[in-house]
């Protein structure tokens, strides 16, 4: 099973949880509460207000839990096969600079000598994150966008390789 839906599979798990926890306590106070043979309605209260104080507290952090619940910046199923694919870039990028002595202008400099189309223009990427690369003067940055959870990014440099970060 992959990583990703093994994430979702225990945020799922959180809303159960900030669902169910408030009825079972509610369930079993209640239970207790009609037992109770001296001032019954004062239990009956107590355990109303402590299902209420379940609900205000545990269930919003059980969702905030759900909510933030998966992989690091760039440790997602879909970053990991970004990055793998952009690997045939990196080296058509380090190839280009070993023959020319500076790295492209642009990533289609590189068609057809030393890439493809296809490894430059990863299928599945969403065209309002598409990948941009920048000629600096250290080298190059190559980076990737994405969602889930919250809106990350990866950037590639010779210098560092592969960092991440990502926010909600």
Partial sequence: MNTDICYRIESLGWVALAIL?????????VTFASNVKRHPLMAQVGARLTTFATIVVFSPIALAISLCNGPAPGDSDEARQFKSDLSHAVTALEQYRNVTGSYPATLEMLVPRYAAPSDLHREGMRPEYPLTYERTKSGYTLEFRYTGPGMNECTYTPQTEWRCGGRF
């Avoid at 926890?21 to 079993?28: E, F, G, I, S």
Wanted: aromatic share 12%; no cysteine; hydrophobic share 55%.
């Fill in 21 to 29: 926890v408030p009825l079972a306590v509610y369930r079993r106070l």
